[in-house]
């Protein structure tokens, strides 16, 4: 059951971060998103009734029990540092814009 959830949050929302509200990790992504301006779709692990299940579930289907866990166009991304590290090499925006996240800059 956590596993489907967890696909089927994925598969409805651009981005999702699976995060817990206390850790620092997850508060640095969620930041930077929001400074990129990205709407994101944040599942605290925390607060969630099934939260342990879908932890477990997404350590079985991406590998990585730890949070943040973020995804992008469906895709697993990985956590802070990846994400971060994405930014830094300017690769987290085009990421962002090809998964409909962030619209693509225009000027008028």
Not at 59 to 64: H, K, R
Not at 98 to 108: D, I, R, V
């Amino acid at each position: 059951m956590a596993m489907q959830k967890a696909k089927e949050i994925v598969a409805n929302n651009p981005v999702v971060v699976f995060s817990k509200t206390y850790c620092p990790f997850c508060v640095d992504v969620k930041k930077l998103l929001q400074e990129v301006g990205v709407k994101f779709k944040a599942v605290e692990l925390d607060t969630e009734g099934d939260g342990s299940g879908i932890q477990s579930a997404l350590a079985e289907w991406t590998g990585q029990r730890t949070v943040p866990n973020v995804f992008i166009g469906g895709n697993h991304i990985g956590g802070c540092d990846t994400t971060k590290g994405l930014h830094k090499k300017g690769k987290l925006v085009p990421l962002l814009t090809e998964a409909g996240a962030l619209a693509a800059t225009t000027s008028a």
